[in-house]
């Protein structure tokens, strides 16, 4: 049992080394505003991820960078959603983003013609493949583009004066 076991997980190793095998494909479902602080607009990334392996997949850590309107960097993104993706199927995967303060009036200034503001998520997740092998593949590269409407950033940042 335990030789069957060693010699599945070297099979799957050298598949993802030599073939590279279909990786789970991160793509951009939405991203929207969800919260309100002292330090800025909370948005919600939402990723849909589809597993296309005959195995589970396991998404432990999130690093990317975002860049809303090709210029405004936003704070580094670290997440840990720790969610298990059913063998062929697909999930989705919620990431925290924070939009500060200082850079939403800039923000709207310069995006006033558009009803969407486009984004860039660039960065790495790390997997574990195999519920039962806990095989690990970590920098697993993330590049995507998105929208966010720009009438729901106004509308939230409208509710949050307050903070400002």
């Not at 583009?145 to 400002?164: D, H, I, N, T």
């Amino acid at each position: 049992m335990v030789r069957a076991l060693s010699i599945l997980a070297l099979m799957l190793l050298s598949l993802g080394c030599v073939h590279e095998p279909r990786r789970p494909v991160l793509e951009i479902h939405s991203m929207r505003a969800m919260s309100m602080s002292p330090q800025g607009l909370g948005l919600m990334l939402r990723m849909r991820v589809n597993n296309h392996h005959p195995f589970d997949v396991k998404v432990r850590n999130v690093r990317a960078n975002v860049v809303i309107a090709n210029a405004y960097q936003l704070p580094p993104v670290y997440a840990d959603p720790d969610v298990w993706l059913a063998a062929n199927r697909y999930t989705f995967v919620d990431v925290p983003v924070l939009l500060p303060w200082p850079m939403l009036r800039p923000l709207l200034m310069t995006t006033a013609q558009s009803p969407v503001i486009h984004y860039s998520v660039t960065g790495y997740a790390d997997v574990t493949a195999v519920r039962l092998l806990g095989i690990q593949r970590n920098d697993h590269y993330l590049n995507q583009q998105g929208s966010v409407s720009r009438g729901e950033l106004m509308s939230a940042a409208g509710r949050s004066l307050p903070f400002q």
